[in-house]
């Protein structure tokens, strides 16, 4: 398959696959940054749950930019990952305070320097906003696009590198319509990751994920779902975690990741 060939492939399957989102309806910064960070280690169908009410609570970047750190902990219960939270909650406070750095209409060259600024805005996260929100064709990989690419131009091979993957995505993207075109490339690849399988061992980058059960991770997620609901003593919960050896690594891990504060003898959410 040539490029030209590619491009047709990627573009029809784009119209027959196309999947109907809120932040595609509105590709505005904060919806784009909120659906990015929410799909980082959550599937489609939860994260559309969860962004209806996660906006419903707070509609815009000022909103959330003025919250209690607690109370965007307690709207993001049950996607995990809740360092993801905390970085959505930063990174609102940055735009919020200087909206005109993340204008469109400005140089490439220093709004991407304005987006890595961010937390949680990794190289992935940074080319999703490139493209969907500012429409400024980047290439960029992550989980779909590599598995349309690998199922396509690296059947063979394994140990496929990311920078690899660059050159080829640089190479064939439609820089027309980099919205459009990386839609189409995210929906071919979860038709391909649920008919083919995502075959993500070919990336050298790729590393499996732990499970949850049994995990510091799992008390993690524990200690914040029920700090939610009001502080904790810490005394009643090394008594109940008696036996297991996560709690003193869960706690020390969320404090030390600015999820919790401990004041005489209880544990807290941040505010």
Not at 95 to 123: D, N
Not at 194 to 210: D, E, F, I, P
Not at 218 to 229: E, F, K, P, S, Y
Request: net charge positive; aromatic share 10%.
């Amino acid at each position: 398959m040539d490029e030209h060939e590619f491009r047709e492939l990627i573009w029809a399957k784009g119209g027959a696959l196309y999947r109907d989102m809120p932040w595609r309806d509105q590709p505005t910064l904060y919806y784009v940054l909120v659906s990015e960070l929410m799909l980082q280690q959550t599937q489609v169908s939860r994260v559309l749950v969860k962004f209806a009410e996660f906006t419903k609570a707070f509609p815009d970047v000022e909103s959330l930019a003025r919250a209690d750190l607690a109370d965007v902990l307690r709207s993001w219960q049950g996607l995990g990952y809740n360092r993801r939270a905390k970085f959505l909650h930063q990174a609102a406070q940055l735009i919020a305070a200087k909206p005109a750095a993340f204008a469109a209409g400005q140089q490439t060259e220093l709004l991407e320097r304005q987006l890595a600024t961010l937390p949680g805005v990794g190289p992935g996260t940074r080319g999703a906003l490139l493209n969907y929100v500012y429409e400024i064709p980047t290439a960029y990989v992550e989980t779909n696009i590599r598995t349309v690419y690998f199922h396509h131009w690296y059947a063979d091979r394994q140990d496929v590198t990311d920078r690899e993957l660059l050159e080829i995505v640089d190479r064939t993207m439609d820089r027309t319509q980099p919205r459009e075109w990386f839609w189409a490339l995210m929906d071919y690849g979860t038709e391909l990751k649920r008919t083919h399988g995502a075959r993500l061992s070919q990336s050298k980058h790729y590393k499996k994920q732990s499970p949850l059960e049994g995990s510091v991770r799992q008390v993690r997620g524990q200690l914040i779902a029920r700090l939610t609901a009001g502080s904790l003593r810490c005394d009643e919960l090394e008594n109940e975690y008696a036996a297991d050896e996560r709690l003193a690594p869960a706690v020390s891990g969320l404090i030390r990741d600015g999820l919790i504060t401990r004041r005489a003898g209880r544990l807290y959410l941040t505010k």
